[in-house]
């Protein structure tokens, strides 16, 4: 009977063993597969870094390579619905039509962003809530850059972030 009773308890110690060795297995495959999602990235950030400084180093772009994107701070501006005031937040990026654009746009940036915000603050949330309506802004936000910068400089208009609460 004394060696019955002792047989369980290693089979329990046995389960609770290997229990504990697939959650530290499974722990280190994720952690692994973090690292590894981690270190892609950042090879992929610079290996588009040094593409776009040899492109920038050799007059643009070259045989269909990215476009030259210039992203600005985010814009935050009060909007009306009809029955009260909201918030707009809209994030714009720029396709540039060459590398040297983007030295033309930064020298102009206080007239460009300020020409936006009075455009954003002239909506309201019907002018805006559709597809429509956002894409009727990114012509005119793009008609206003081109009054400021030589025309055909910004080719694009995108918007990355567009929140209204």
């Not at 990215?66 to 009306?80: E, G, K, Q, R």
């Not at 559709?130 to 894409?135: A, E, I, P, S, V």
């Not at 802004?137 to 081109?146: D, F, M, Q, S, W």
Request: charged fraction near 25%; avoid cysteine.
């Amino acid at each position: 009977m004394a060696d019955q009773e002792k047989t369980p308890a290693p089979e329990g110690n046995t389960k609770l063993i290997i229990i504990i060795g697939g959650a530290i297995a499974a722990l280190i495959i994720i952690v692994g597969v973090v690292v590894l999602l981690a270190g892609r990235g950042k090879s992929e950030e610079k290996g588009e870094k040094a593409s776009s400084a040899s492109t920038e180093k050799k007059g643009g772009k070259e045989g269909g390579g990215a476009p030259t994107i210039h992203p600005l701070d985010p814009f935050i501006v009060n909007i009306y619905d009809g029955q009260e005031i909201r918030y707009l937040r809209v994030k714009v990026e720029f396709e540039m039509a060459s590398p040297e654009a983007m030295g033309e746009l930064d020298g102009r940036l206080a007239p460009v962003r300020d020409a936006i915000l009075v455009l954003l603050t002239t909506k309201t949330l019907q002018d805006i809530q559709d597809l429509r309506g956002k894409n009727q802004l990114r012509e005119e936000i793009l008609l206003a850059v081109n009054k400021i910068l030589p025309p055909g400089k910004v080719t694009k208009v995108y918007f990355t972030e567009f929140v209204v609460q």
